[in-house]
């Protein structure tokens, strides 16, 4: 996929835009209604009787809930989620401001609400399902291995390596979409931070300093590297928000938050189920596209750290912890850009519509425009870096997880490294191609055969809850 990009990014990008444009059309239902029912069935498993029981899984450590949270929140997020707290709202406010329907006060509203509703319980809930299906995979048969050809039980050879195929190549792909966006986010907050031009040379040093780091997380493994990673940068996240919210305009996040929280509640099953609009199409259809294309990778990483953890526990957990987390970021930092709107002080939307900068040059204008700007900034760039690492570290491990014979063996260290150099090299390559967007639409792409996978989750879950009850 990298060469097929790579030989021609222009025409390329044109040839997958299209196929995209087709796909998201043709399974926009598929995608919106499927999810919704999705969170419906996981939230049904986890208040039944199913839901009390325990997993337990061969040569699997336990960890706290703090740990398991702290963990769960890092892998499945990274350093994206502060980039897209910043900006995403523009992309709606700019397409519902076209709409004669929409004045401005409901394009601001829709607008603040509609990112909460890409990172909420919808989007956890595609990242859980393997994590449950994997988890009473492995405490019926703890020796089959951590791949979509494992919780199915796939011995047809064909299959199997489609499978697999399938579970590698679409790690591989949203992995792909977070470096993109993460480097030269960071590259540009360090240039502003030392006052230096953004270049080439930064550029690559940047990837470097990154990718040394996260690989020697991966090669040290979860006890060592991860999880220290993710519970320092929880801290930090919360400590970072929080100085946001106390620094910048208080009263006015606080009251647009709970605006936003309130009209997000009221307008769930609609954001869920409507259809044919330029935001479900180019949007939703993308998130959702992108957590199911991560979700392989989240679904192995958590499975690997939720032993002794009930499936209640599991499901709750996945889904509340990571869509409060994900609303806490969203609705401090969507709310100190729109205030930076409406006092005339950035127009985001025109920036953007009209390309006078780049979306992270605009995310570092909007930190740096707080009350000790650039000391939030320094922050800002050690929280990018260490949600990068977790976020790789956790993708490496689970590559290499997957390359072993069975779940109880332990994941080779040079595996881990060689997995988190692969992860760098082929995004990077892309980025500085031009191929970044080509690559999204790739996942994209990607994510199709995923939707018909989940279905055959689901129900190996129902299957194996049933037996394991009953024995």
Known sequence: MSFFVLQDPVKTSSILSEIYINLSTRFESVYLYGSFCLFLFLIFLAISNYGSITINIKNKKEYSITSWSSMLFAAGIGATLLYWSTIEWIEYYNILSLDDNYNRSDSLIYSRTYPVFHWGPTAWSIYCLPVVAFALSLSKNSNSSLTFSGILNINNKFLKLLL????????????????????????????????IERTFTSDITTIVICASIFATSAYFGIQKGIKRLSNLNIILVILFLLLVFFLGPTKYIFINSIDTLLFYFGEYYNLSLTTGTNISIDWTVFYWAWWFALAPMVGTFLVNISNGKTIREIILGTIFIGSMGCAFSMLILTNVSIFLFESDIINAPSIIANNISSREELVILTITQLNYGKYLLIGFVIILVIFLCTTYDSASYVLASASMRESSMESSKSLRLLFAILLVIQPTLLMYLNGVDSFKWIMVICSIPLLFIYILLVYSVLKNVHSIKKS
């Open 164 to 195: 697999d195929v399938i579970f590698i190549g679409s790690i591989i792909c949203a992995a792909g979409v977070g470096l993109g966006l993460s480097f030269p986010l960071i590259s540009s907050a360090i240039s502003t931070i030392f006052n």
